[in-house]
Every structure is written in C-alpha cells, then in structure tokens.
C-alpha cells in the first residue's frame, strides 16, 4: 500500500460527480481515508491529514448589492489567495476594488473616503478649543458623568437626584465647552474642583463656583447649616467661634435638643474640660483659648490637669512657645 501527498488543487476522480472537492486546510486535526482504484488494477490508499472535503457551491455574485456607500457593479481578478474582489462605486463619486470578505464582515464601508470624514470631525471636535488636556476641560467632562451616567460612581449623588447641566453647557442642547470656560475661567491654583453654591440645583453659571475641599465639605449635603441671630453657617464653622468642640454642637443639637445658639455658644461646666473657664494671672479663658495661647495640646493639658498639675508646672513642662 502506498500512501500519496495530495496537490492543493487535487480532484479525486471517484468524487467528482458528486460535485465534491478537497481544499487545503493546515493542522487539520481528522484524519480522512480514500480508497483509489488504479488502472493497474491494485488500490491506493490516500491519506489527507491536512485536506477536508466540501461541496462545490454557485460561485458568489455580489453585484448591484450595496455595502455601506459601496455599490457592487462588477466581480474583478481574485487576489493571490484566491478571495474574490469586486468593482465598487461610492457615495461619493469614487470607484474602487475591495475583497468582498471585507465588504462582508462590515470592514469596508467606503471607498476611503468615510474614514477621512471621520477622522476630520474628530480632529474638529478634538482641537477645536485646543483645551483637551487642561483641568477645566476634564472638569466640565466629568459634570456630564456625574449627571448622565448611570454607571458613573457618584450618579447618585448628581444625575439620580435629579441633577442636571445647564443648556448653555451642554452640547445635546446647544451649548459648549466654550461657554462653560467663558463663564467660570481658568481654575485658580489654590482650587480644586467646582461645586454648586446650592447644592440642590442643577450645573449653571449662576450656582457654579470653583472651591478648594475645604469649602467643599463646608457645602455638602451631610454638613448641618445652623442660623444663629439670622447668620447661618455649617456646623464646622460655627465650631471654629465656640468653646465646645464640633461633636459637643452635634450632641446637643441632636440628643439633648438644644437650640443653635446654646449649641453652640454656651460653656461646659466641668473642670478641666474644653468649655470650662480658668483663672490665670488675673484672666479668665476657655481651655481651648489657653491651650492655644501656650501652646499646649488639649489632650495633654486634659491629662496632666486630671492629675492635679498646676497651670504653671503645664505651662513650664509642655508648651511649646515657652
């Protein structure tokens, strides 16, 4: 028994009237037998590792179909592999020979010409301002992640209550990155971000501004506003004017019910704690106001003050400006 290669364009004589055709496939991982009776009377057996076998199919027409702005209008010459190539008229006026593969796997849609187009709006779009790198750009680019992005971490601070940017801002409703710039500047060195003075309103001129984190966290919905004598703050500034730290104000809002103005301005009564008086050399202070004119750290005037050490040996032994 001989075993015989089989050429690229081998035709089994046996099989062709069934209109079938062995095409080179590499790796192929079947192995498949064929049985060949000589005209010297003995059989042959032909081994095709790397052959397959499949029907002979009506050659492919693609003419007057369209293909994005491709129109078919002839078949030409296939390529060296064997793809067939196809005669097309563009949209645009242009004829070109594309691989009808391509055509049909959506890979060629133009003659090259949509590709051009594109790639000029997005140069327009891109480097129209000439800001696409700078801070003012990405930050009006995020206003529309937080507001329209569900996806977006913080959606749901912005776009799920509602939060929107404003028409001027926004491009879908004719307006742009220009405007925003126009309105707000350039970002001042010592800022960080922009925040909306009100924070239940939507991204506008009149409610944007830009803020550094402090006064970001000063405007934020967790922070408690308090009026006191029509003068209304958040609780950390009010904490910054009162002789009692900022939880003690929480506290007494919350648990004990105490009005803003008690909250936050009425002393402690216990000895040695932030919000009772002292007596040094004739002058009375808050702990806070004396740790802070001697530089002493509260907690370490609360513990030595616990153990019964005079304002002058605290003095003497811990501050730091003495």
Avoid at 284 to 307: A, H, W
């Amino acid at each position: 028994m001989h075993v015989l290669p089989l050429p690229r364009d081998f035709l089994i004589p046996a099989l062709v009237f069934q209109g079938l055709h062995l095409e080179y496939v590499e790796f192929l991982q079947l192995m498949w037998s064929y049985y060949w009776l000589t005209p010297s009377g003995f059989s042959v057996t032909i081994m095709a590792n790397s052959w397959r076998i499949s029907s002979m199919s009506k050659p492919l027409d693609l003419v007057g179909q369209r293909f994005g702005q491709l129109v078919v209008i002839k078949r030409e010459e296939s390529d060296k592999h064997g793809k067939s190539r196809w005669l097309c008229q563009c949209d645009c006026g242009n004829t070109s020979v594309v691989s009808g593969s391509m055509m049909k796997k959506g890979n060629t849609r133009s003659c090259g010409c949509l590709e051009q187009q594109n790639r000029n709006n997005l140069w327009k779009y891109k480097y129209r301002h000439g800001m696409s790198d700078t801070v003012e750009y990405w930050t009006w680019k995020r206003l529309f992640a937080r507001c329209y992005n569900p996806n977006s971490a913080y959606y749901y601070l912005y776009g799920g209550k509602g939060i929107e940017v404003c028409d001027r801002w926004n491009p879908k409703k004719g307006g742009s990155f220009e405007n925003f710039f126009e309105d707000m500047g350039k970002r001042p060195a010592n800022c960080s971000s922009i925040e909306r003075v009100d924070g239940n309103s939507d991204y506008s001129p009149e409610n944007c501004r830009w803020a550094n984190y402090t006064e970001q966290a000063y405007n934020t919905t967790q922070n408690r506003k308090i009026t006191i004598d029509g003068v209304t703050k958040n609780l950390t500034e009010w904490a910054k004017e009162s002789p009692v730290t900022t939880g003690a104000i929480r506290h007494r809002l919350e648990k004990l019910g105490w009005s803003g103005k008690d909250a936050v301005f009425k002393p402690k009564a216990h000895p040695g704690k932030s919000g009772s008086t002292l007596q040094y050399q004739e002058q009375e202070y808050s702990v806070r106001e004396f740790c802070n004119k001697f530089d002493i750290p509260l907690t370490t005037f609360r513990r030595n003050r616990g153990k019964g050490l005079d304002l002058d040996a605290i003095i003497k032994k811990y501050s730091r400006s003495a």
